[in-house]
């Protein structure tokens, strides 16, 4: 189901929404005040994304849309397709798109990671990426928000179906970029098997000294199969502020060359 440009917005009642913004004040951002908010993975992950004009990018769980309109921002003239499975969330999408004026190229569905999603080819992709869940059912305390719950907690829908549904609506030699934990890497890996190659693993620290619990994973449909992993980036100095090189791509849209 693809919203209409001309949808009311009958739930963006400003007691419950904010309106922030991403990539120094290039994007404006609806999003709810309480539950599902964005974080500065997906900046990171739009930025990780090697697209060009003319591409067309698929947006696995999409949610308010953050990921979807830096990258927009960053690369003019490329198409992104948006799916999410909750609809408060696609109404901000939508709202989100008229305010940033990229009707021409954004389109947000309701849809469900766990089904075939017919309405969209296969093998019509040139990129595909994608920030799921991070949390198995019972690894952390639920939120009292729903749609909090359904953005960081699989439920019924493991990494691998995010993978295949990837890797199903990606044209050969098309890219798929996932921002993931570290220490859950192999089942991304393992999803990809042989269907992905020139995979390069790309860690995120938050101080230096520290572990990563966060990689940027990405790879290419086809490619030789092959693993590399990266240095990665220190996100923060140790005064907790965004180090120079972070600076960049938050606030100045740099792309994260992988």
Not at 151 to 178: A, H, M, P, Q, Y
Not at 200 to 220: E, M, N, T, Y
Request: glycine share 10%; net charge positive; proline share 3%.
């Amino acid at each position: 189901m693809l919203w209409s440009k001309t949808r009311p917005m009958s739930k963006l009642d400003d007691k419950f929404f904010s309106v922030d913004s991403l990539v120094g004040g290039k994007v404006k951002l609806f999003q709810p005040k309480s539950g599902y908010r964005v974080s500065i993975d997906s900046v990171l992950l739009s930025a990780s994304v090697p697209a060009s004009v003319g591409d067309r990018v698929l947006d696995l769980g999409s949610g308010v849309g953050a990921a979807a309109l830096c990258l927009a921002r960053r690369v003019g003239g490329c198409e992104i397709i948006g799916i999410e499975i909750q609809s408060d969330l696609i109404e901000f999408a939508q709202r989100n798109i008229i305010e940033n004026k990229f009707n021409d190229r954004l389109k947000f569905f309701l849809g469900d990671i766990a089904k075939p999603l017919e309405s969209i080819r296969n093998n019509s992709f040139d990129h595909v990426m994608a920030n799921p869940p991070f949390f198995k059912i019972g690894e952390v305390v639920n939120s009292p928000y729903l749609s909090k719950n359904i953005s960081k907690i699989e439920n019924g829908v493991n990494i691998s179906s995010w993978v295949d549904l990837g890797i199903r609506k990606l044209k050969r030699n098309g890219t798929i970029t996932f921002i993931f934990r570290n220490d859950r890497l192999n089942e991304i890996l393992q999803a990809f098997g042989r269907k992905i190659g020139n995979i390069s693993i790309f860690p995120l620290v938050s101080k230096k000294g520290g572990q990563a619990k966060r990689v940027i994973v990405h790879g290419r449909k086809g490619g030789r199969i092959q693993v590399t992993k990266k240095t990665g980036i220190i996100l923060h100095n140790k005064d907790g502020k965004f180090r120079k090189k972070t600076e960049k791509i938050l606030r100045h849209g740099e792309q994260l060359f992988l």
